[in-house]
T-cell receptor, first 111, second 112 residues
Framework: GAGVSQSPRYKVTKRGQDVALRCDPI?????LYWYRQALGQGPEFLTY????????KSGLPNDRFSAERPEGSISTLTIQRTEQRDSAMYRC?????????FGPGTRLLVL | GDSVTQMEGPVTLSEEAFLTINCTYT??????LFWYVQYPGEGLQLLLK?????DKGSNKGFEATYRKETTSFHLEKGSVQVSDSAVYFC???????????FGSGTKLNVKP
C-alpha cells in the first residue's frame, strides 16, 4: 500500500514568508508525528497527534510553529515569518502502535 | 528528561567484518527501544525494536538486546555487507508512544 507522503519535497522561501508543509499519513494510522532534522543529526520531535487531537506540542520551538490535523488524517505544519535558522528537513511519521513509518521529508531552505 | 546517546561516526569497515554501534539511553520509566536505518537518499525505516528488558530485536542479520542494567541497546551484525552502508539511529519512547527521542545517528561505510 501507499506509504507516508509529504509535499512539497523541497521548499525555498525568503526570510519572513510563511510556509505550509503537508503530510499525508498511511490510511488508518491513528498517530501522526512531526520532526525536524538538521544535517548530520537525528530527528527532533516537534509535535504529536492522536486522531485530530494534538496531544503533545512540547517540541515546537516557538509560537511561529503550529500544526493541525483537522479530520484526523492529513496534517499541516505551518511556520510563520520564517527565519534562516528554520532551514532543515521536516519529517512526518505515522503509526498504529509503536512502529513509526516515515515520509520522505520536506527540505526547507530559508534565504 | 529522556535522551539517547550514540557513538559518533563514521564507522568504516571492510565487508564481512563484525559491527557494533553503541547506544545508551536515559529514561524516566520503562521505554521501548528502536533502531532505525536511513539509506542514502531515502527516509528512515524501522530496522528492529525491543519493548522490554532482556528482549532481543533482530532483523536482516542485525541484533540488539535491551539491557536495563546498563541502559544500553547496542546494535550488532556478525558480517556486514556493502549494502549495509547507511546511517543508523537509535531511538526510544516511553510506553504512551506520544514522543520519541532519537540519537544523532551513526554513519556506517562498508568497503568491498
Amino acid at each position: 500500500g501507499a506509504g507516508v507522503s509529504q509535499s512539497p519535497r523541497y521548499k525555498v522561501t525568503k526570510r519572513g514568508q510563511d510556509v505550509a508543509l503537508r503530510c499525508d499519513p498511511i490510511s488508518g494510522h491513528v498517530s501522526l508525528y512531526w520532526y525536524r532534522q538538521a544535517l548530520g543529526q537525528g530527528p527532533e520531535f516537534l509535535t504529536y497527534f492522536n486522531y485530530e487531537a494534538q496531544q503533545d506540542k512540547s517540541g515546537l520551538p516557538n509560537d511561529r510553529f503550529s500544526a493541525e490535523r483537522p479530520e484526523g488524517s492529513i496534517s499541516t505544519l505551518t511556520i510563520q515569518r520564517t527565519e534562516q535558522r528554520d532551514s532543515a528537513m521536516y519529517r512526518c511519521a505515522s503509526s498504529l502502535e509503536e512502529t513509526q513509518y516515515f515520509g520522505p521529508g520536506t527540505r526547507l531552505l530559508v534565504l | 528528561g529522556d535522551s539517547v546517546t550514540q557513538m559518533e561516526g563514521p564507522v568504516t569497515l571492510s565487508e564481512e567484518a563484525f559491527l557494533t554501534i553503541n547506544c545508551t539511553y536515559t529514561a524516566t520509566g520503562y521505554p521501548s527501544l528502536f533502531w532505525y536505518v536511513q539509506y542514502p537518499g531515502e527516509g528512515l525505516q524501522l530496522l528492529l525494536k525491543a519493548t522490554k528488558a532482556d528482549d532481543k530485536g533482530s532483523n536482516k542479520g542485525f541484533e540488539a538486546t535491551y539491557r536495563k542494567e546498563t541502559t544500553s541497546f547496542h546494535l550488532e551484525k556478525g558480517s556486514v555487507q556493502v549494502s549495509d552502508s547507511a546511517v543508523y539511529f537509535c531511538a526510544l519512547t516511553e510506553n504512551n508512544f506520544n514522543k520519541f527521542y532519537f540519537g544523532s545517528g551513526t554513519k556506517l561505510n562498508v568497503k568491498p
